[in-house]
């Protein structure tokens, strides 16, 4: 099982670019979530999505968007990079839908982006 | 804020000693979890407790969670040096779809 896979795992964009960074899983979970992780911040959570076909706001959503294309697979999509959106972006996953906290949270490897 | 606050930030051990992080959160949780992180990698979840447990094992990890402290503890016993990482804890709310991490503590443990 390769579990969730995130690409690409380095990425540098200069101010105003947009870019996609993809989240994959193959464990037939439910809901799928992305975090950015911050030094001295921890992580927090930017979109969610609780089953295909529907995504929510999380805590830091403002310059992205997500789509749930199917089952598997979570985008997140910049659509104009800015240099605060440096940061190690996460993708996770969890079998649970109606209530996926109630199991643990499989994580993707991380995308590192910094924006120049 | 975040919802989970771990302590220490930071922690230094020699191998074969025991590490103890605490957490404590703010508002009542259905489950804290706890994760590690090794350098450069994605989390790994470790343990859940539920809101009605006190106390969890798993191999040389020992959870505690005191809810009306609103506090959880991570033993890890014996420690190797491959237990150097960082660990969250991660709570989640009576009601709500999602995890909130706290900023983690850094275990460094020294062969």
């Known amino acids: 099982n390769a579990g969730v896979t995130q690409t690409p795992k380095f990425q540098v964009l200069k101010t105003g670019q947009s870019m996609t960074l993809q989240c994959a899983q193959d464990m037939n979970h439910n809901s799928m979530y992305w975090y950015r992780q911050d030094p001295g911040m921890g992580l927090r959570l930017i979109y969610y999505?609780?089953?295909?076909?529907?995504?929510d706001k999380g805590e830091v959503p403002n310059g992205y968007n997500v789509s749930r294309l199917n089952k598997r697979e979570f985008s997140l999509r910049l659509e104009s990079a800015a240099p605060s959106q440096t940061s190690v972006y996460f993708c996770a996953s969890s079998r649970g839908q109606d209530h996926p906290t109630d199991y643990g949270y499989t994580f993707g490897s991380g995308t590192r982006l910094t924006v120049v | 804020s975040q919802q989970g606050e771990e302590d220490p930030q930071a922690l230094s051990i020699q191998e074969g000693e025991n590490a103890t992080m605490n957490c404590s959160y703010k508002t009542s949780i259905n489950n804290l979890q706890w994760y590690r992180q090794n350098s450069g990698r994605g989390l790994v979840h470790l343990i859940l407790i539920r809101s009605n447990e006190r106390e969890k094992h798993s191999g040389r990890l020992r959870v505690t969670l005191d809810t009306s402290k609103k506090s959880s503890s991570l033993l890890i016993t014996a420690s190797r040096a491959a237990d150097t990482a960082s660990y969250f804890c991660?709570?989640?709310?009576?009601?709500?779809?999602?995890?909130?991490f706290g900023e983690g503590t850094q275990l460094t443990v020294n062969p």
């Open positions: 999505s609780a089953s295909e076909g529907t995504t």
């Open positions: 991660a709570t989640a709310l009576t009601s709500g779809s999602r995890l909130t």
